[in-house]
């Protein structure tokens, strides 16, 4: 009792007054991820798997965190030889731009993906063109 009688004599005359808001602590920085096709968590990976076969490698993040996060690198694809008898790994020099950040927890994910060829290639930019990422279940 008089433990509570010595903190009432702390506040003001008047009461304990309060202004302003408190910090609200999902608003501090967050870190921001991306899951490749394994759903394996990664923050400005040098390499991404889009799919089991398709991968950027040796990426260089110019911007991360932000809405979209984009790097520079290269993409191994299979392609078709000229009569599409088999299929061979081709490396192209691209650039990757990660969007659609969606909130989880404490952390966001980037939600697509979109491969931009540095050389012409219709057939693979319409093909990695906003692919859709794992992200964690809300």
């Known amino acids: ?6 903190l009432a004599g702390c506040a003001a005359p008047g009461g304990l007054r ?3 808001t408190a910090p609200d602590p999902l608003a501090e920085p ?3 991820y991306v899951l490749d096709y394994a759903s394996h968590p990664w923050r400005r990976p040098e390499r991404l798997a889009l799919s089991d076969v398709d991968v950027a490698l040796r990426l260089r993040w110019s911007s991360w965190g932000a809405s ?4 520079s690198g290269f993409f191994t694809t299979p392609v ?6 088999d299929l ?3 490396t192209f020099a691209v650039r990757v731009v ?4 969606v909130r989880r927890q404490r952390a966001t994910y980037y939600r697509y993906a979109t491969v ?3 050389t012409p290639n219709p057939s693979k930019a319409a093909q990695f063109s906003h692919v859709a990422l794992p992200v964690p279940a809300p």
């Open 116 to 118: 931009l060829f540095r």
């Open 30 to 32: 967050r870190s921001a």
């Open 98 to 101: 990660l969007d659609g950040q």
């Open 18 to 20: 309060v202004e302003g």
């Open 80 to 85: 078709c030889t000229p009569r599409c008898t």
């Open 88 to 90: 061979r790994n081709t």
């Open 1 to 6: 009792m008089c433990a509570l009688a010595a």
């Open 68 to 71: 979209r996060a984009t790097a």
